[in-house]
């Protein structure tokens, strides 16, 4: 079982037209279910109040047909496509359910939100089909979360865009791309020695979507411990996909390590990191590096890496730019994997909106020996702890992309590797980087290489034009001595200004 199937395990299943069969959706409507009046704020009052009071986590009971499902008998439960709500109805998204069983126990809340009204939508069994398992005899289950539909590769088909399933975590994707890396609502204590907090989402109300209108709204009421939050997620289909993203978070406790907008991803090895790997493919990876806009306009690119042991960094700042994890190597002559198709994973960039202070982006790589597992985090720390019967607000933008907005000034670093150095005791850095001012630069233009390391000694840097890629490449070499672990920045300039993305890098040995 992989990770990419274990954390979306009923996502891309074949579809299961039934015709002729009523819209259960609809049904449940017409029985005159029970409506509430709904505005922008009732998700964020909702918060307010479960802040207020002591945390209750949501059910888990499920009867024994479903409370110990296998993988594959997970995937046995199917939501029949033609039960989506909004089929037929002329609108630009449909939406499917999750049903509760396997990892996704937990009951989560769902609503249709429409002319201000927001009506709960009704668990029925008849809304999937269960192939070899007994059909659940009880009427009112619940659901584990959604997914949404929309025509994105072409006009008459509904494509998966986006699945919420799962503690507060969400995949989206772009035109032409697959599922890949994570976001989340919250990240709190990741990487602690004393254990992560998962929060959850326990609820979400989805707008009926407006006619002609590319864009889908959701709001969503999160829950943990630590604190309760509501969030407003305005969706947009398209060559990029983008969320808008309104958050406000209300803390229990004080919050020391809450992570904003975090992201989850899986590395196993690249050409840069891939000792030890027994693995016919050149690389094994959702996202290769994370790429930082700094507040002060500096672009930082930093490799991923798959240490032997956890490893935590932190990037410090003030009103940073954006952040995201980035998949850059986009041919498929870098994977060679017909199945998983790595080149097709989306990047994922963060765009502050607003001033969000000081603070830091935060990475942590956590070691992994296969492709199973999702070992990499990026969130951003406030400086200040996020304090108790506080109200903090977060709005920002999510990009689900090839590469991050934008069209920077500077080069971009779009290959490293490394190896032994000629002469024994080191280690020989190779980078290749292009776009940007370095396109600009003659072959005989004079260049300022600054390469440095914390620990150990550098030598040998050089930058220097490579006519296969029309762009310019990087090399030096680390001699570490005894330590176990050296910090790397490589800098390119060209008349006093950066000319390429700073590079740093965390060589362990």
């Not at 274990?6 to 039934?18: E, G, N, R």
């Not at 865009?161 to 032409?176: D, E, I, P, Q, T």
């Not at 979400?204 to 889908?216: C, H, K, M, T």
């Not at 490449?473 to 050296?486: K, Q, V, Y």
Request: glycine share 8%; proline share 7%.
């Amino acid at each position: 079982m992989h990770r990419r199937d274990a954390l979306l395990a009923a996502l891309s299943l074949s579809t299961v037209f039934i015709a002729g069969e009523a819209n259960h959706f609809s049904d449940a409507r017409a029985a005159g279910a029970e409506e509430t009046p709904f505005d922008a704020s009732t998700v964020r009052e909702k918060a307010r109040a479960l802040a207020q009071q002591p945390y209750k986590a949501p059910s888990e009971d499920l009867p024994p047909e479903l409370s110990d499902l296998t993988y594959d008998q997970y995937r046995d439960i199917r939501f029949r496509p033609d039960q989506a709500l909004w089929r037929g109805q002329d609108l630009p998204f449909q939406m499917q359910l999750f049903h509760r069983g396997f990892l996704y126990k937990p009951r989560v809340e769902m609503y249709e939100v429409a002319e201000g009204v927001a009506r709960p939508v009704r668990y029925n069994p008849d809304l999937f089909t269960f192939q070899n398992l007994q059909r659940p005899q009880a009427s009112d289950l619940g659901f584990a979360g959604f997914r949404l539909h929309a025509p994105i590769n072409r006009p008459d088909y509904f494509d998966e865009v986006c699945a919420f399933l799962g503690a507060s975590y969400f995949r989206a994707v772009a035109k032409g791309q697959i599922y890949g890396l994570s976001a989340r609502g919250l990240a709190i204590n990741t990487g602690d020695p004393k254990g992560e907090e998962f929060p959850l989402f326990r609820g979400f109300w989805v707008e009926r979507p407006r006619p002609g209108v590319n864009a889908a709204t959701v709001h969503a009421l999160l829950d943990s411990p630590s604190c309760a939050a509501a969030f407003r997620f305005a969706i947009r289909p398209g060559a990029s996909t983008v969320f808008d993203v309104e958050s406000t978070v209300f803390p229990r406790t004080d919050m020391t390590t809450a992570g904003i907008a975090p992201l989850t991803s899986m590395f196993w090895f690249s050409p840069l990191n891939r000792a030890g790997k027994d693995d016919w493919r050149p690389a094994v990876h959702d996202s290769d590096g994370l790429l930082m806009a700094s507040g002060r306009g500096e672009r930082i690119w930093r490799p991923l890496n798959n240490p032997r042991d956890l490893q935590l960094s932190a990037f410090g700042d003030v009103n940073p730019r954006g952040f995201g994890l980035m998949q850059r190597r986009r041919d498929f002559d870098s994977y060679e994997d017909l199945e998983a198709r790595y080149e097709k994973r989306p990047s994922l960039w963060v765009e502050p909106i607003g001033d969000w202070g000081e603070g830091a982006v935060h990475l942590v790589e956590i070691p992994t020996a296969s492709e199973i597992h999702d070992n990499i985090v990026a969130f951003w720390r406030p400086k200040d702890p996020l304090r108790a019967k506080g109200e903090y607000r977060y709005t920002y933008r999510l990009h689900w992309c090839d590469e991050a907005p934008g069209a920077p000034e500077v080069g971009r670093i779009v290959d490293a590797r490394s190896g032994n150095a000629y002469t024994p005791g080191g280690r020989l850095f190779v980078l290749d980087a292009h776009g940007g001012l370095l396109d600009k630069l003659g072959s005989d233009a004079k260049v300022e290489l600054n390469v440095s390391a914390n620990q150990g000694e550098i030598r040998n840097p050089v930058a220097q034009r490579n006519p296969e890629t029309g762009g310019w490449r990087i090399s030096f070499e680390l001699f570490p001595g005894n330590a176990r672990a050296a910090e790397l920045r490589a800098e390119m300039k060209a008349a006093g200004e950066p000319a390429a993305e700073t590079f740093l890098y965390r060589w362990t040995a």
